[in-house]
């Protein structure tokens, strides 16, 4: 029984990605250059094809927002193909009518690209002449749609050579809007797909796209944009030879991603980025000259040419095959894995050059903006991580933190293993392992603080701005401070450890049980208070608490830590407001109402715990009446002033912006200095 076959039905089972949206006029373009060698054999060179852009008369289609030497352009609306080929014989033409037609098969080809046509255009017209038996010129005319497949017009008499011109008419919305838009753009995915036929031995004939006026030679883009080329390998993937033509694309070339093409039936069929698949591999090399190129491979193989699917954008090989197998199954994995340690061989002394920048880069990252890896530095490169030396600092930073905390993830998995396996592991296997898992944890360790000590010094840069004055004169307004030093409105209940920096004012504020900040008296849940007045921030410290003690529950509590903030170079105090004395006040007040703690227990009446009141305040000359009127000292570089007031038991310390600045910076020099960073 005979099957019928439905054209319409073919075409919509079809597949035709957006993303391969000029496949259709690609797959005419290839049919045109396969006439052109069936006509002329060796002597190729004397074929020609040239392509046609045909765009809208009426609607003009924006490319973006208009610029210097930027034009509408109107939608395209279909392609003409025109070549010199050996022309629709009556063979040619009775494949074009079977659907599946292996006439072309030693080709590669599939029968498909007339489906691909109808799947992207409205409908097809050609007008071919080709030389019969007795070498007369005879020609042909037909339309080809999906509505009425195949339809013969009179025979056309006005050839003079054989040829052909395959005309495609009314790009679909879905394809057209997908499509490149430029005629350079539209010749360069052209030139793309049918590279090998311009490296064969023999080359490729004179092909041309053209769009009005302006007309672009793929032979002149294959010497625009190939910088030299490499010797054809073969590798040996399970059995299957794979051809690699390697090809190094000059350094003006707008893409200048490593790229490797997998080909099939001359075509390229997939398109796969190289960048980082092989260590140095980022973007263009530089040869022994230092001129900058772009490595590109286009890869073929029968293999590939029996396994392309028949819309020709993918193969049906596996990506992996998972285990062992009967059979020595090819997956893409593997074919790729050859390919890239072939690159590595063809490209060894440019890939150790770009291998040594990309050190470099990262050597004078670390040393300049982040220190804190460089413990860990060593421990990076033996994972195998190299670093495009074009890389962004913020890109570089996340790339360094992501392989650190793999590290830390590493460190912890081992440091699980060897401590499982004490005392059943051979003692002296046991030792190298436990050495190892504890080298690694220390420079984690120091990396962790060189970030902690990095952060320091970020706190002060920002600190010294912030005491600057504006271009308008003004100084930043004293809540910008304060919420640097600790946030706003919070207690210690509600902050995490790391987001006080009260350590600038003085170190031992690391090690309070209660701190809260710019929170009135009665909110505080340590005094009981019933006062609605609101110190800048205040801290208790319990005895026998060295570092930040657990929710109050060791008492008696020893000392009151109250720092003012106020604005830079505020010139407003008064005896009303004299913060000096806002101090000495609040102390009494948390005396006075200091009945419970925290966590609700009570605190001992105790009037001796000594105070200590530090205001933050540039010396105008107010407040330095202030501080002459409480009996303070200058300090010995004239930025502050110290004293102790009796009746209060309290140390009072006024210190200006600069001297909170500098004290800092000095007490962390060393630190600074250990990891390279300015301590000025």
């Excluded at 390998?233 to 093409?261: A, H, Q």
């Excluded at 230092?290 to 699917?309: G, I, M």
Aim: charged content about 30%.
């Amino acid at each position: 029984m005979a099957l019928t076959t439905s054209l319409a039905g073919r075409v919509r089972n079809t597949s035709l990605p957006k993303s391969h949206a000029l496949l259709p006029l690609l797959e005419a373009v290839v049919n045109g250059i396969q006439a052109i060698d069936a006509r002329f054999g060796d002597d190729v060179e004397r074929g020609c094809l040239s392509v046609k852009i045909r765009r809208s008369p009426q609607v003009e289609l924006d490319l973006g927002p208009a610029g210097p030497g930027r034009a509408a352009l109107k939608p395209i609306v279909g392609f003409s193909v025109a070549d010199n080929g050996v022309g629709f014989t009556p063979e040619n033409m009775i494949s074009f009518e079977t659907l599946d037609s292996d006439y072309k098969a030693k080709l590669g080809c599939r029968g498909v690209g007339r489906l691909l046509w109808l799947k992207a255009f409205d409908k097809v017209s050609i007008r071919s002449a080709y030389e019969d038996a007795a070498g007369d010129l005879r020609g042909r005319q037909f339309r080809f749609s999906v509505d009425r497949e195949v339809e013969h017009d009179a025979e056309p008499d006005d050839f003079d050579d054989a040829g052909t011109v395959v005309r495609l008419d009314g790009f679909k919305d879905a394809f057209q809007g997908s499509a490149p838009k430029t005629v350079d753009a539209i010749a360069r995915e052209m030139f793309e797909h049918c590279i090998w036929y311009f490296l064969r031995p023999g080359g490729a004939p004179e092909v041309t796209v053209a769009d009005d006026d302006e007309v672009v030679s793929l032979k002149e883009l294959m010497n625009d944009f190939v910088f030299s080329e490499m010797p054809t390998t073969t590798i040996d993937v399970k059995g299957e030879k794979f051809d690699m033509v390697n090809l190094c694309l000059k350094s003006s070339t707008r893409n200048p991603t490593s790229r490797l093409y997998w080909c099939a039936a001359s075509r390229v069929v997939m398109e796969e980025n190289l960048t980082g698949k092989v260590p140095g591999l980022y973007g263009r090399l530089k040869d022994e000259t230092s001129a900058e190129f772009t490595y590109v491979c286009y890869l073929s193989s029968s293999y590939l040419d029996n396994h392309v699917r028949a819309d020709r954008t993918a193969f049906d090989i596996s990506e992996r095959v998972a285990g062992a197998t009967l059979t020595d199954d090819i997956s893409l994995d593997d074919i790729r894995a050859g390919v890239l340690d072939e690159v590595e061989k063809i490209l060894a002394a440019p890939l150790i050059a770009a291998r040594d920048e990309g050190k470099a880069r990262v050597n004078a990252f670390v040393s300049n903006h982040a220190p804190r890896y460089r413990p860990v530095l060593a421990r990076l490169e033996s994972l195998g991580v190299t670093i495009d030396p074009s890389i962004k600092d913020q890109d570089l930073e996340l790339l360094l933190h992501r392989n650190l905390q793999k590290l830390e993830a590493d460190a912890i998995a081992e440091g699980q293993a060897v401590f499982a396996e004490a005392g059943s592991a051979p003692l002296e296997d046991y030792e190298k392992r436990l050495s190892r898992y504890l080298e690694t944890l220390k420079d984690i360790n120091q990396s962790d603080l060189a970030a902690y000590v990095s952060r320091r010094r970020a706190i002060l840069d920002i600190l010294s701005r912030l005491i600057r004055s504006n271009e308008d004169g003004k100084y930043s307004r004293e809540d910008a401070i304060h919420s640097l030093l600790i946030p706003m409105r919070t207690d210690s209940n509600e902050i995490g450890t790391d987001a006080s920096n009260l350590w600038i004012i003085d170190e031992r504020l690391a090690f309070h049980d209660y701190l809260a900040s710019d929170k009135t008296l009665k909110s505080m849940p340590i005094t009981s208070s019933e006062s609605t007045k609101e110190p800048d921030i205040l801290a208790t410290r319990l005895v026998d608490s060295p570092v930040l003690a657990a929710e109050g529950e060791a008492l008696p509590l020893p000392s009151i830590v109250v720092v003012e903030i106020k604005r830079p170079m505020r010139n407003d105090v008064t005896e009303d407001k004299d913060p000096i004395q806002q101090c000495l006040d609040y102390v009494k007040r948390v005396r006075a109402g200091g009945v419970l703690t925290a966590s609700g227990r009570p605190i001992p009446r105790s009037p001796e715990p000594p105070a200590f009141c530090y205001i933050v305040a540039d010396l105008t000359s107010k407040m330095v009446d202030r501080c002459e009127y409480a009996n303070l000292r200058p300090t010995h570089d004239a930025l502050g002033y110290f004293g102790f007031n009796e009746p209060a038991k309290a140390y009072i310390e006024v210190m200006s912006f600069d001297r909170l600045v500098n004290a800092a910076t000095e007490r962390n020099r060393a630190f600074f200095d250990k990891l390279g960073l300015p301590s000025s």
